[in-house]
């Protein structure tokens, strides 16, 4: 059980478009979604964390503008890069939080790689 | 502050050897939860293990092994008779809090280190 489906794995979008990211819970409903950013070489940096039916909260440093999140099901949260560029590059992760405690956010989505070209 | 400190960059080992990655952690929290995570060069994050900080036992998975110890705050994970296979990069990652707070779930990952299995 407690299983987080990611889509797409891979995505390479030119500079200046917007590349949407879904995270899915399949067996349990996630009251809350965290997204994480994994630079080449380093470790995973939350960016934000959201709930569902309301708004995401950040992580300091990261634009909310820029990296929409949308957590309008139980079983569903978007990320959506915005205008996106090179710099924007990176692996991005989520993993879910369910009712009651279930799956302690310790099972990820198997990421999606961005490359913006 | 970096709540997770993993000092090892890379240990590289030849096969059948083993291998001890270091984790130590920092918190104020008396209930937390501490991961250890496999990211081979796919990138998908494998779970290996989750140890609430009131468990003290040491676990043995097959080939793998923890040792938690409250009183130096470290978790650390032994990898026995390594194979290639085990070429990858581990996490050790916190949760801190508790089912009803809001930082219940949120990981904070070390900075990960590269174990190089040679045949």
């Known amino acids: 059980g407690a299983v987080v489906s990611q889509h797409p794995s891979r995505v390479i979008c030119k500079s200046g478009t917007s590349v949407k990211i879904e995270c899915r819970s399949l067996?349990?409903?996630?009251?809350?979604m965290f997204w994480y950013r994994q630079f080449p070489k380093q470790s995973l940096m939350l960016m934000a964390t959201?709930?569902?039916?309301?708004?995401?909260?950040?992580e300091q440093g990261v634009e909310k503008d820029k990296f929409l999140i949308n957590h309008a099901s139980l079983t569903l949260s978007t990320l959506t890069v915005t205008s996106a560029h090179p710099e924007d590059s990176s692996f991005y992760i989520c993993?879910?939080?369910?009712?009651?405690?279930?799956?302690?956010?310790?099972?990820f989505g198997s990421g999606t790689r961005l490359t913006v070209v | 502050a970096q709540k997770v400190t993993q000092a090892q960059t890379e240990i590289s080992v030849v096969e059948k050897e083993d291998v001890t990655l270091d984790c130590v952690y920092e918190?104020?929290?008396?209930?937390?939860?501490l991961f250890w995570y496999k990211q081979p060069p796919s990138g998908e994050l494998v779970f290996l293990i989750r140890?609430?900080?009131?468990?003290?036992q040491n676990e043995i998975s097959g080939r793998y092994s923890w040792n938690f110890q409250k009183s130096t705050s470290s978790f650390n994970f032994t990898i026995t008779a390594s194979q290639v296979v085990d070429s990858a990069v581990y996490f050790c990652?916190?949760?801190?809090?508790?089912?009803?707070?809001?930082?219940?779930?949120?990981?904070?990952f070390g900075a990960g280190t590269q174990v190089v299995v040679t045949p």
């Open positions: 990652a916190l949760s801190e809090g508790e089912g009803t707070t809001d930082s219940w779930g949120k990981l904070q």
């Open positions: 993993s879910a939080r369910g009712m009651g405690g279930a799956n302690y956010g310790y099972t």
């Open positions: 140890r609430n900080s009131f468990d003290e």
């Open positions: 918190t104020r929290d008396t209930t937390y939860y």
């Open positions: 959201s709930n569902e039916g309301s708004k995401a909260t950040y």
């Open positions: 067996d349990f409903q996630a009251t809350t």
